[in-house]
């Protein structure tokens, strides 16, 4: 399964070359009502709610992701106004990411037959945490938790290696995107297994796609051009399928 990471064209390339990225916060998501969203309306549940958030705040941060590069809205809000890029990762389909689930209304402490927040278990507790209002919908995001391990003091950010359950495959520049020919020909050079192209709006739909002329005109190599069927599904080669731990496998 392929998933997209949208940044800035600075952070994306500072990605590509440290093999990691930036773990978000809790407490800095662009969603108020992002995890342990649920809505609480006594004292005693308020407590223990702002309890819960402070002890996951501490421990665990996330990856944000999505299933699609074609929308729009994604390039805009997350990828510096067209001016960023998107990262390809291939993931196992039975891994640690997870749909996020978008909902009308924002769930209740008794939707879940109990009377009081302390009463939610573990389970319940991770569904209110992968429940969104539906207007983000648009994102189709999966998500996956990381343990607050490697710690860059310099700039105060957390960060996550490139592992099998994210595997780098490739990068989409967005249509204002102005990386220089200097950097696009060390981006090449420094893993010649990656694969790059340029997008641009499509034609008759509000979505955006692989542009051939682009990326082409932008002297990216036959052999590491990205390339997408009439759907704009981005197309690698199947490569070979191997066994990774005692649940996953991986394409390589």
Same mark, same amino acid.
């Given at each position: 399964m392929l998933l997209y990471y949208f940044t800035s064209l600075r952070h994306g390339l500072s990605?590509?070359?440290?093999?990691?990225?930036?773990?978000? +916060?809790?407490?800095?998501?662009?969603?108020?009502?992002?995890?342990?969203?649920?809505?609480?309306?006594?004292e005693n549940d308020l407590h223990a709610r702002e309890e819960l958030r402070s002890q996951?705040?501490?421990q665990e941060g996330l990856l944000c992701m999505s299933k699609t590069y074609q929308e729009p809205l994604?390039?805009?809000?997350?990828?510096?106004?067209? +001016?960023?890029?998107?990262?390809?990762?291939?993931?196992?389909?039975?891994?640690?990411?997870w749909d996020v689930e978008y909902v009308p209304k924002r769930p209740k402490v008794r939707d879940f037959g109990i009377h009081s927040f302390r009463d939610?278990?573990?389970?319940?507790?991770?569904?209110?945490? +992968?429940?969104?209002?539906?207007?983000?919908?648009?994102?189709?995001?999966? +998500?996956r938790l990381i343990f607050l391990d490697e710690y860059d003091f310099a700039d105060d950010i957390h960060f996550q290696r490139f592992d099998y359950q994210m595997r780098l495959k490739g990068a989409l520049f967005g249509a204002r995107c102005g990386i220089s020919d200097r950097q696009l020909q060390a981006l090449l050079a420094h893993d010649e297994s990656l694969k790059y192209a340029f997008v641009m709006p499509r034609e008759g739909s509000y979505r955006v796609g692989v542009s051939k002329h682009k990326t082409a005109e932008k002297v990216i190599p036959e052999g590491r051009r990205l390339r997408a069927d009439l759907g704009g599904n981005i197309k690698f080669d199947k490569g070979r399928s191997v066994k990774i731990g005692k649940n996953y496998r991986m394409t390589i």
């Open positions: 990605a590509i070359q440290e093999e990691r990225l930036k773990v978000s +916060r809790f407490d800095q998501l662009n969603d108020l009502y992002d995890h342990v969203g649920i809505f609480v309306n006594n996951v705040l501490a994604l390039w805009g809000h997350y990828a510096d106004n067209h +001016r960023g890029m998107c990262l390809i990762f291939s993931v196992p389909e039975s891994g640690d990411w939610l278990s573990k389970e319940q507790i991770h569904t209110i945490a +992968r429940t969104k209002f539906k207007n983000w919908s648009y994102e189709q995001e999966m +998500r």
